[in-house]
């Protein structure tokens, strides 16, 4: 559930908006063969791209840049392009052959990052530049509350910039709709109602009118408060804040709201991108993005039908080992309404879940060792998600800790509506979210001292995204479902995935209505409405995105099956799976090839590759 934190991955976004630097790397442009050429250049580009993507220098700690926000305006998007083009030739002329294989496996990820950026680049004005599920007018507050740090004067005054900053950053975003809607290329109608209203939520109360105080008037001055500065510092502090969040973080809004409410009085009921000129091909491009394979949207669709046919399969056994009474929806209802499955929804209740998804995180992490050599050294929190933003964001996800460790992961849980978040589910989402999953994966990533840096952060969703769905059977491997009910909540989770192949494509390539999606939902899981109906809702604004949980998770469980079947007693699991994990985020393919390489290894090394094995 990422699902999230990064909606088109960071490091993709930094390449294709982030690339318009006009530093020369002509030193570089001629025929190079060392490695330490190779890894100097890729560290060059590194600091390049983070000098223009300020908002993501913010998450990995780096304070150089954090005055300002990541440009989204056209000249800015159109350099991106002229700079990743520079870059592929500059690549061409490094010669690979000359590399160590861990170079050229940096070299081939690099290269094939720049070519899916120029992809993703013919379909420029396709990609949601906002929609209600995550985009600029929640990313400032959410990236002020969560990431902007507030050690000393000068953090709070780079936090007051940012505010000011809003104005020229919601500037591009308001140019940048205006371009879809010159191309007719719109959001649905009901998507509209749901963004002015977030972006009325960050407005209101203290400093922008009487009442309680607003998000980000309350994290400024904790943030402040907690410096313990003299007072006439601390009161010049926020009489600047103050100005800053009128005089210019609310106009921006408003003026965001205006453009907003302008674009959708043309807005149809139509969900999927199949609306749009030549819909069918960025959809394609979309399916290729997610999954990192060439699965077209029938075959994705189909693979979702298998699944979803299996799943209810052992779903069933579960219902026999109950000795329910009754059919799979009549054990749907039980589960979806039986309320010894749900907190209360209250701030009890919350906090009650709250406590126990950390509890479930600890006794996992005492386990890790059984399973992996290498582990995460940052540590995790869990969250719930904020006011401001916990109607339209998803059911859960994780955000990535700071490199310097300043930060440490967080695992958002969104307990807005306590019946979408069953108890019976908690164990399988916390390890999804947690550890073994997103945390494992992307804290080990951060803290690779031996790759380049942007291979710690590329974005490879099926990988990332499968690895945590994985992480969920994995779990009940090491016997961390202690009960049929939290057993069938893995197969609950697991369900949601298979269904989403089902969903997205039916949305995006066969022309389901919004109704249609949410009905298959309620029919073939257990999920409640509310739950249903906001996932389909994030189905329709990322398009593509929710196929890449369950093709990543099979090809991982493929690969190990036949590591498994090849080596025999020589298999090591946590060799396997430090194996994974080794080389930060890649696509399905480069996975393959290195499980491949690591069996051949293996066996090599046990005389099973010879044939001296039984």
């Known amino acids: 559930m990422r699902g999230a934190s990064y909606p088109i991955g960071l490091i993709g976004f930094i390449l294709t908006v ?24 890729l560290d060059a580009n590194w600091q390049e791209d983070l000098a223009l993507a300020p908002t993501f220098a913010s998450r990995l700690g780096v304070k ?37 294989p861990a170079e050229q496996l940096s070299y081939d990820l690099y290269e094939l990052t720049l070519e899916r950026q120029l992809d993703r680049d013919e379909f420029r004005h396709h990609h949601f530049v906002i929609h209600q599920h995550r985009g600029p007018h929640t990313r400032v507050p959410s990236h002020l509350i969560n990431i902007h740090q507030i050690t000393d004067v000068a953090d709070a005054r780079a936090y007051i910039a940012r505010l000011h900053n809003v104005s020229s950053y919601f500037d591009g975003v308001i140019e940048q709709l205006e371009i879809r809607t010159a191309k007719g290329m719109r959001l649905a109608a009901w998507q509209y109602p749901k963004m002015i209203q977030a972006s009325r939520n960050v407005i209101n109360g203290v400093p922008f009118e009487e009442g ?4 980000l008037w309350a994290d400024f001055s904790a943030k402040v408060t907690a410096l313990e500065l003299d007072p006439a510092t601390t009161q010049e502090l926020f009489d600047e804040a103050r100005r800053a969040m009128i005089d210019s973080l609310a106009p921006a809004y408003e003026r965001l709201i205006v453009a907003l409410e302008q674009q959708s009085s043309g807005a149809s009921d139509d969900d999927g991108v199949w609306k749009f000129p030549h819909g069918d091909a960025f959809y394609a491009e979309r399916l290729r993005w997610y999954t990192t394979t060439d699965l077209t949207a029938d075959q994705v669709h189909e693979i ?19 000795g329910f009474a009754g059919g799979l929806q009549d054990f749907f209802a039980f589960m979806r309404d039986d309320p010894q499955f749900y907190y209360g929804n209250d701030d009890t209740g919350r906090e009650a879940y709250l406590a126990e998804a950390r509890a479930l995180i600890e006794e996992m992490y005492a386990a890790l060792p059984t399973a992996f050599g290498r582990l995460p050294r940052a540590p995790i929190i869990v969250k719930r ?30 307990l807005y509506e306590m019946a979408s978040m069953p108890t019976y589910q908690m164990a399988a989402l916390a390890f999804h979210e947690g550890v073994p999953g997103h945390h494992m994966q992307r804290a080990i990533s951060v803290e690779l001292t031996e790759i380049p840096d942007f291979q710690k952060y590329a974005s490879f969703t099926a990988y990332t995204e499968g690895w945590g769905l994985y992480s969920e059977t994995l779990a009940g491997e090491m016997g961390f479902y202690r009960d049929p009910y939290a057993d069938f909540g893995r197969l609950a989770m697991e369900l949601w995935r298979a269904c989403r192949l089902v969903v997205d494509t039916g949305i995006h390539s066969k022309r389901w209505a919004r109704e249609d999606a949410v009905a298959y939902l309620l029919a073939n899981t ?28 099979l090809k991982i469980m ?14 090591d699991l946590r060799a396997f799976h430090d194996e994974v994990l080794k080389d930060g985020p890649v696509p399905l393919s480069v996975l393959e090839a290195k499980i491949r390489a690591m069996i051949v290894a293996d066996g090599v090394g046990t005389g099973i590759a010879s044939g001296a094995g039984a």
């Open 64 to 100: 150089d840049y954090q005055d300002r926000w990541t440009p989204v305006d056209e000249a800015f998007r159109q350099q991106a392009r002229e700079r990743n083009e520079t870059r592929r030739a500059e690549l061409a002329q490094f010669d690979r052959a000359a590399l160590s």
């Open 558 to 571: 493929e690969l190990r099956e036949q590591a498994k079947t090849e080596l025999g007693d020589a298999f």
């Open 18 to 41: 982030c690339a318009a630097c006009t530093t020369s790397f002509d030193e570089l442009r001629f025929a190079q063969s060392g490695p330490s050429d190779f890894r100097q250049y």
């Open 304 to 322: 979702g039908l298998r699944e979803v046919e299996r799943i209810h399969g052992e779903m069933r056994a579960i219902m026999e080992q109950l």
């Open 385 to 414: 998600v904020e006011a401001f933003r916990e109607r339209s964001a998803g059911k859960a996800f994780y955000q990535s800790p700071a490199e310097d460790g300043s930060r440490p992961g967080i695992y958002y849980a969104n």
């Open 526 to 553: 257990p999920n409640a409405e509310g739950d249903a109906r906001k996932a389909v809702d994030r189905y329709i604004a990322q398009p593509g995105q929710a196929t890449a949980y369950m093709i990543g998770k």
């Open 212 to 215: 309680e105080d607003s998000t």
